[in-house]
């Protein structure tokens, strides 16, 4: 009897073990949104420690630890790597990341059009004209910009130039009070084509030395990235995805068409207006400090759809904590790659962006 009962409670015991094992397994489903988020935090977590201590000058976790608390026993050496030169890094890789990925995610659901990017409507083209133009002018015609802003005119540069190619786009596409997405994206690849020929004018003419400078700003790079970067650039950006995110529930409803979304009681013209709006200032800044950065609001929005679907309430914070990690997990790669050398982040992207695209579409063709 005694030998029975044993058996019976090993056998209880040994179920409420599977049940409550089975009930963790379904909390941490990674296909839910709460597990693909725990997932992505730890990733984004897992990347920044590994970009705080690799590079020229590799740090063990026990010297990232002292120098992050800056305890006496600390190496200077080390924590002026750890706070001057890897911390604006990593910060900043994250914010431009999150920027990309949810302003491609909005631009996808805006358009309805999964193809969709944030240069489609010309604020990449845009900076990088500006951009290109402070380099290549910045000594004889635009000299007064670089008197006037120092260290910060080339950003400026980069985002006002940015800034008023969209507000062209806009204005064009505006037709008695309405705004015709089509036309504005028509109008945001012939701009790009101006923009690209203007940039391309003045690299004609630019001399060796200002070659060197637009070649690398153009192929995007956190390599110089600092506090002061930051502190200009991380309210735009922070405040760009905190707006971002409360477009959810109207491209959750543009999804079904304008004119649903219109009977659902949601303004169209004021929703495309915020949309394109804040998508315009995030990728600006995005693009000012780090230079054009391609694939990230393109590949992430597309990437976290399949994962979670594409309810936006779930798509655009999943895609702001790919999008970091994805960047931050790029500029580590960049550092290792050719070291002590450095490849631009965006080149990196490049490489890993492209053929992943295609595998995709490959597969979305393959499945039809």
């Not at 725990?38 to 976790?61: A, C, D, H, Q, Y």
Request: hydrophobic content about 60%.
């Amino acid at each position: 009897m005694t030998k029975a009962l044993q058996l019976v409670l090993r056998n209880v015991r040994r179920w409420q073990l599977n049940t409550l094992a089975a009930s963790s397994l379904r909390a941490w489903n990674l296909a839910s949104p709460a597990g693909a988020g725990v997932l992505l935090v730890l990733l984004l977590t897992g990347v920044s420690t590994l970009g705080m201590v690799i590079g020229p000058m590799p740090l063990s976790l026990e010297q990232l630890w002292t120098g992050l608390r800056r305890e006496a026993t600390a190496d200077p050496a080390v924590v002026m790597v750890v706070w001057e030169m890897r911390m604006p890094r990593v910060l900043l890789g994250a914010l431009v990341g999150a920027a990309l990925a949810m302003a491609g995610a909005v631009m996808q659901g805006l358009f309805r059009n999964p193809l969709a990017d944030p240069g489609l409507i010309g604020v990449t083209g845009g900076a990088a004209f500006g951009a290109v133009a402070y380099i290549v002018l910045g000594g004889t015609l635009l000299q007064f910009w670089g008197l006037q802003w120092g260290r910060l005119a080339l950003p400026l540069a980069a985002f006002l130039g940015g800034a008023m190619v969209v507000w062209v786009c806009w204005h064009i596409a505006r037709r008695h009070g309405e705004t015709d997405v089509t036309i504005l994206l028509l109008c945001g690849v012939a701009v790009n084509a101006i923009a690209g020929a203007g940039t391309g004018v003045l690299t004609y003419v630019a001399n060796d030395e200002q070659l060197r400078s637009l070649t690398f700003w153009s192929m995007g790079s956190l390599a110089y990235a600092s506090w002061e970067d930051l502190s200009l650039v991380a309210p735009w950006l922070l405040w760009g995805v905190v707006f971002l995110q409360a477009l959810a529930r109207p491209l959750n409803a543009f999804l079904l068409g304008e004119a649903v979304a219109g009977h659902l009681g949601y303004a169209i013209q004021r929703v495309k207006r915020r949309a394109v709006l804040l998508a315009t200032l995030t990728v600006g800044a995005a693009v000012a400090v780090a230079g054009p950065i391609g694939f990230v609001g393109l590949v992430i929005p597309h990437w976290i759809r399949y994962w979670v679907g594409a309810d936006h309430r779930m798509l655009l914070p999943l895609s702001a904590l790919a999008g970091a990690a994805l960047l931050v997990g790029a500029d580590c790669l960049s550092r290792s790659v050719v070291a002590p050398a450095e490849l631009p982040i965006g080149l990196v992207m490049a490489l890993l962006g492209g053929p992943t695209f295609l595998a995709m579409l490959i597969r979305r063709s393959a499945a039809h």
